[in-house]
């Protein structure tokens, strides 16, 4: 019986570990969790979701703190049409995030940075062009374009000198977002390295409507596989969003696929992002805690815990300070949300907002619990200990759980 470490992820002459951690924002994928995955020769993502704001925690900089500043005579102002970011200093910011980072790296794996297409900023080509040309000359290993179809974002960089040297992937949730994405990035000359193919039972922000439940990913990547075949393009599909043990991702890698991509059991290591009482509420979440919903302001279906503190609250949009998901006019369906309720409760101290969320402030607080569809399964894979909490585990451990495991066991830590 086959396993994981029975195939190899090659780009071009190089092979590696076919194990992939997704990037997960905000810092939920850290540098610290992509630095395992690379030492132990497989490919890691840091995510550049606010990624002043992770520049701020990680490095004591004052990003969040001069763009409030800035700003801040705007606050009261229902119109956030004029609040930018400094590019200079998102520049900065990526950097020292990115730069760290590939400092510290060891081993034979890589590391990329996951960089959302929705994080428009107020200024969405700009931004977009700093946050990816800073990454490349910060010396990332390859950048994977998420959250959006990215249909220019090839043409933002491909008069830098590392166009052709980076790794450059995207991912998709169908075969017309990827021949869309093909077509309009062809006058480039230049093909993804790799193409992330995420279904319906991944974690955060869904390429499906919600009707995601009659979809299936190995129907998606097998359609894929046939249309790359057809066309005689050689790129690595590498399946993501439910595969929860080593036997699910052997059965993708048998079947053609170049390696997988992983997050949610990655929730619950030591290295990760999330405050440790979240992570103990992941493990001991059920099934039915686990919905799809519209809330999010960039359009797209999530998947989160029911009990996300996030869920109906009515927080102030906090724009000043962070703004990513202002669009090129400066607007962002939370803030005409809370506009709408604010205007429909006067004097309401409080207020509920149950249709829209600040993404930006609720991420960056740790109060959006975005999840994978098989959380409810963590609690299977470590040990409850005596006062009723759950044994974290190592990234180590679950890497090499996924490299190593056969016949759908999972390996208890120690």
């Not at 800035?70 to 730069?99: C, I, P, W």
């Not at 959302?116 to 990454?135: D, Q, S, Y």
């Not at 596989?225 to 057809?230: C, P, S, T, V």
């Not at 009723?388 to 190593?404: I, K, N, P, W």
Request: aromatic letters at 8%; glycine letters at 8%; one cysteine or more.
């Amino acid at each position: 019986m086959k396993c994981v470490d029975d195939f190899r992820l090659k780009f071009g002459k190089q092979e590696f570990v076919p194990i992939i951690i997704g990037g997960m924002g905000v810092d939920i994928s850290t540098a610290e969790l992509a630095l395992e995955a690379a030492r132990l020769g497989g490919v890691g993502h840091i995510s550049d979701a606010m990624v002043n704001t992770v520049a701020d925690r990680r490095f004591n900089a004052k990003f969040v703190k001069d763009k409030l500043k800035q700003y801040k005579f705007n606050v009261a102002n229902s119109d956030k049409s004029v609040v930018q970011f400094d590019l200079g200093q998102l520049a900065e910011a990526t950097r020292m995030h990115v730069g760290k980072t590939m400092e510290a790296k060891r081993g034979d794996g890589l590391i990329f940075v996951n960089c959302m297409e929705k994080l428009t900023m107020n200024a969405p080509r700009e931004t977009l062009r700093v946050r990816m040309r800073e990454a490349l000359d910060a010396g990332i290993d390859g950048i994977t374009l998420a959250a959006g179809l990215h249909l220019g974002s090839f043409a933002l960089i491909e008069d830098h000198p590392r166009f052709r040297d980076a790794k450059l992937g995207i991912i998709v949730s169908s075969l017309r977002a990827l021949q869309l994405f093909l077509r309009k990035t062809a006058r480039t000359n230049r093909l993804p390295d790799y193409v992330v193919v995420e279904g319906p039972l991944a974690g955060g922000h869904l390429g499906f409507g919600m009707d995601w439940a009659e979809y299936d990913l190995a129907t998606i990547v097998a359609e894929i596989r046939q249309f790359l075949l057809a066309q005689e393009l050689d790129i690595p599909l590498i399946p993501a969003g439910g595969v929860f043990t080593g036997s699910d991702a052997v059965a993708f890698l048998e079947n053609g696929a170049a390696a997988v991509q992983v997050a949610t059991r990655f929730t619950v290591a030591k290295e990760c992002g999330l405050p440790e009482d979240v992570q103990q509420l992941y493990f001991k979440a059920s099934e039915d805690q686990i919905e799809v919903n519209q809330i999010s302001p960039t359009g797209y279906p999530m998947r989160m815990l029911t009990n996300s503190p996030a869920i109906g609250d009515g927080i102030r949009p906090n724009c000043e300070a962070y703004g990513y998901l202002l669009d090129s006019t400066g607007n962002c369906s939370y803030i005409a949300a809370y506009n709408r309720e604010v205007a429909a409760h006067p004097g309401v101290k409080r207020i509920s907002v149950k249709d829209k969320t600040c993404l930006c402030t609720q991420m960056r607080n740790f109060d959006l619990w975005t999840c994978g569809h098989y959380t409810y399964r963590l609690k299977d894979t470590t040990r409850k200990l005596d006062d009723g909490s759950y044994q974290l585990l190592s990234a180590e451990h679950v890497f090499r759980d996924y490299q190593f495991s056969t016949d759908n066991r999972i390996a208890l830590p120690g």
